[in-house]
Each structure stands twice: as structure tokens, then as C-alpha cells.
């Protein structure tokens, strides 16, 4: 028998570490509710992971086996399981976060102490950190040249899913429930997380909207981006499956523009591992700034902007938009995602790391290598960040990428049936006619101009300072 401990990687198919478990012998596939890791959860994220986990279960059962899901430090864990079902090894899908590498290197040295056999594979990436590098160094810290590479390196094919007879033949017990973890239910109602739901979003978008991809993805009311993130983070997709479908597309576009297209969705697949090779090499930055020079920025801590940040009342409508999805549906558009942060930590000028908890709080789709980057991104502290001198302004990219208001409409209601001119201009409106448009909806909390002047200023004197 050989154990195969699953994590982020809930499904059957083209999950390489259980296909080459099922090449050895059969499997026992279980999963550990540690408390270690679940102190780190959200109710949002742990009821995707609970349907994720339900869902998987009944591929095992369909195939008569099940999944093991057992409450525990894996420490401990994992070696008895393997012990009582006389596994001779323990597989699994790599994690890079910090959390992740510790928590497994402990299990390694448990397993080690009982002379069971381990390996680790690489699968929610194509190409393992480290293996994409420049000459003198061991990761990329600008995307533009990974993405060279990333491009044209081989991708393999997806991992062929085990059958009934590589399966051992398991009863499990039930599945606990959020509550009974100590959860209450999320704010927010996300997508469906499941296998079925995974594919069909793929199939769903790889035959249209990617076509329209380059030209539609900053548009937030377009609905022309995958929202396959939720299914990337949790595994109920692989990487290889999602490229794979993006070869296909590119074979049937109809045109050079819609091939581009193509090639400008599969460049955020790279930037999503290129994200994940730099938290590999700097587990601190999840913490700590990426450029050491912006330590010194003296961030703002005013609770009440921080609070109207935070429930979308900020008086600029297309961030509030963002927050207020956020708190809907556990997921934001990535344009809204920018500017949210922008505003936070240029508008604001909020730490980078209030922002990045409240996101991985709220977020369904929370992985840490991305939200680390992206918020780090936006605060001009990370890898390839923003120029701290670029702020993004709310009004201007309202109206560029939502000029009906149609997305802002969608999630502010008081604005319902304010024109989208009036909506574009609130922050300068006299408060007068904000009061006849809109009664309900707040003024701005802050002069983005002259905010923007003092971001600029802070920044430099952190440089100076450094």
C-alpha cells in the first residue's frame, strides 16, 4: 500500500503525486484537518475546502474506495495511517508557502523515525522552482524574463487518473462540518467548488470568451475572464488539464488576434508560478517587504479609513464595488483587485499587510504566493512592483474599465440609478447633488490628488532614508 496525502490537489486527474502512487502500488488517499494549518483558515475557505473534500470523496466512492479524512497534527497523522494500513510509502503534492514547507519537512522526519519511505512531486506548477532561473541566480525577480523561458519550456501532458483496481478498498468516516471545526458559516456565497464545476468552467471558457481575453479582461462587467482561480487554489483543476485546454483553443481560433488572445491567458498562468518560485526562495516575504528599502515608509494607521476601506464605503465607487464584491462572493475581479489595493496603500497609505489579511480572510480563492505578490505589487514593495510614483486614480480607471457602471451598479446598490457620468464624477460632485443622486451612498473619505502627493513624498523619503 502506499499512502497518498492530499492537500491543495482535491481530485483524481492529472494530480501527478497520485498517479505515481497508483504506479506502485495501491492507494490509500487521505487527508489531514490539522490544527495548525486551520488556524490560518477563514469560514469562507474552509467550506470551499469541505465541498472540495465532499466532492472528492464521492470520485473515490464511485471507484469504491473513499477518502480518509482524519483530525490531527500531520506529524502524527500520517505516520500512523500509514502504519495501521501497512504503507510502505507516503506520496505528495509539493506546497511552497513557509507554513507548508515546515509542516512538511516535520512529517518527513516522522516518517524518517519509522523507516517509512517518503516523495514529494511537483504538480500545482509545471516547472518546479529553481528550474526556471537566470545564469547567476536561482529565481527571477522580473516576470518579463521568466516569462521567456516559461513560454517556450516544454509542458507535460496531464497525469492519467487512477483506476478502481489501483484504489485500495476503504470505509471512512464522515466528513466533520464547518461548525464542528469551530467555523461559523462565510459572509459570502462563492462558486461551486467541485471537479464537475472545474471542467465545465474550463471547457465553458476555452471556447469562447478567451478569444476575448486580451481585449476584455480589464473589464470587470465583461465576465470575460476564467474564474478558474478558486479551482487552481483548491486543485480541483490541474495546471496541466487548464494548458492543455489552451492548446486546443489555440488550434481552433479563428484568427491571429484570437490566438494572441490565447497567449495573453496562458501569460497569467505564468505569472501565477512565477509567483510561487519567488515565495519558494523568500518564504519571509510574506511578512517582510521584498525591497528592503521600503521599511522605512511611515505607513498611515487612521482605524476609521482602514473601517470605510473594509466595508466599501470609501466614496469612491469602483473600489467600493471591489470591496463589496469581496464580501459577496469571496472573489474579486483582478483590475478591481489593483485598484482596492492602490487605494489601501497609496490613497490611504495602509501597511500592505492589513490589506493582504483581510484579503486572505474574505478571499475563496486565497493562495499566498499570489496575494503576497499582488499586494506587495500595488504597494510598490515587491518583485517587479508598481513604481511607488505610478498611483493608480479610482475616477480615471472607473471610467476606463467600467464606463457604463455597469459592475459598480452591480454591487452599490445607492448608485442603482445614478448616470454613470455622475457616478465617474462623484468625489467632485458638490455634496449637494451627491445628496439629491444618491442620499445613502458617502462622500469621499479623501482627497485623492492631494493623497496622492503625499504617497509619493513618503516613498521618497524611505528611499532617501534607506
Not at 33 to 46: F, G, K, N, W
Not at 49 to 75: I, P, Q, T
Not at 241 to 259: F, G, K, Q
Not at 421 to 443: F, Q, S, V
Amino acid at each position: 500500500m502506499i499512502v497518498h496525502w492530499h492537500r491543495n490537489d482535491l481530485r483524481g486527474s492529472d494530480n501527478r503525486g497520485l498517479a505515481r502512487a497508483a504506479r506502485a502500488d495501491r492507494v490509500v488517499p487521505a487527508f489531514v484537518l490539522d490544527p495548525t494549518v486551520l488556524e490560518h483558515a477563514s469560514p469562507i475557505r474552509v467550506a470551499c475546502l469541505l465541498e472540495a473534500l465532499a466532492d472528492l470523496r464521492a470520485w473515490y466512492r464511485d471507484r469504491g474506495s473513499d477518502l480518509l479524512v482524519v483530525r490531527g497534527d500531520a506529524r502524527q497523522v500520517i505516520p500512523s495511517l500509514a502504519t495501521e494500513r501497512d504503507a510502505t510509502r507516503v506520496v505528495w503534492n509539493e506546497d511552497y508557502s513557509g507554513l507548508a514547507a515546515e509542516r512538511d519537512e516535520a512529517v518527513r522526519m516522522a516518517l524518517e523515525e519509522k523507516g517509512i519511505d517518503h516523495e514529494s512531486v511537483t504538480d500545482g506548477i509545471h516547472h518546479e522552482p529553481g528550474s526556471i532561473s537566470p545564469n547567476e541566480g536561482v529565481h527571477y525577480s522580473v516576470f518579463s524574463y521568466f516569462w521567456k523561458k516559461w513560454r517556450d519550456r516544454e509542458k507535460a501532458d496531464p497525469a492519467p487518473a487512477p483506476t478502481a483496481e489501483d484504489l485500495a478498498d476503504l470505509e471512512a468516516d464522515p466528513i466533520p462540518s464547518l461548525s464542528e471545526l469551530g467555523f461559523d458559516e462565510p459572509d459570502a456565497d462563492p462558486s461551486t467548488v467541485s471537479r464537475d464545476a472545474a471542467r465545465d468552467r474550463l471547457e465553458t471558457f476555452c471556447s469562447d470568451a478567451i478569444y476575448r481575453y486580451a481585449d476584455e479582461r480589464d473589464v470587470p462587467a465583461a465576465g470575460s475572464t476564467s474564474r478558474l482561480s478558486t479551482h487552481l487554489k483548491w486543485g480541483t483543476i490541474g495546471p496541466r488539464e487548464v494548458y492543455a485546454e489552451t492548446e486546443r483553443s489555440l488550434e481552433d481560433a479563428p484568427d491571429e488576434d484570437a490566438r494572441e488572445s490565447v497567449v495573453a491567458f496562458r501569460r497569467q498562468l505564468a505569472f501565477r508560478e512565477f509567483y510561487v518560485h519567488v515565495l519558494a526562495f523568500n518564504p519571509e516575504t510574506v511578512t517582510e517587504n521584498f525591497n528592503s528599502y521600503e521599511n522605512g515608509i511611515e505607513w498611515r494607521t487612521d482605524p476609521d479609513e482602514l473601517a470605510a476601506w473594509r466595508a466599501g464605503e470609501t466614496g469612491y465607487p469602483i473600489v467600493d464595488a471591489g470591496m463589496r464584491q469581496l464580501r459577496t462572493e469571496g472573489w474579486v475581479h483582478n483590475r478591481v483587485r489593483m485598484l482596492v489595493a492602490s487605494f489601501l496603500t497609496k490613497d490611504l497609505l495602509v501597511d500592505w499587510r492589513e490589506g493582504y489579511d483581510w484579503y486572505r480572510r474574505h478571499l475563496a480563492d486565497h493562495e499566498t504566493a499570489s496575494d503576497v505578490a499582488g499586494w506587495q505589487w500595488a504597494a510598490s514593495t515587491g518583485t517587479d512592483a508598481q513604481p511607488y510614483f505610478r498611483v493608480f486614480n479610482p475616477t480615471k480607471q472607473g471610467r476606463e474599465y467600467d464606463p457604463d457602471a455597469a459592475y459598480i451598479r452591480n454591487h452599490v446598490p445607492e448608485l442603482e440609478d445614478v448616470p454613470a457620468d455622475r457616478i465617474h464624477e462623484w468625489p467632485e460632485l458638490a455634496p449637494e447633488e451627491r445628496t439629491e443622486l444618491a442620499p445613502d451612498y458617502p462622500a469621499p473619505i479623501v482627497d485623492h490628488a492631494s493623497r496622492r502627493e503625499e504617497a509619493i513624498a513618503t516613498f521618497e523619503r524611505a528611499r532617501d532614508e534607506a
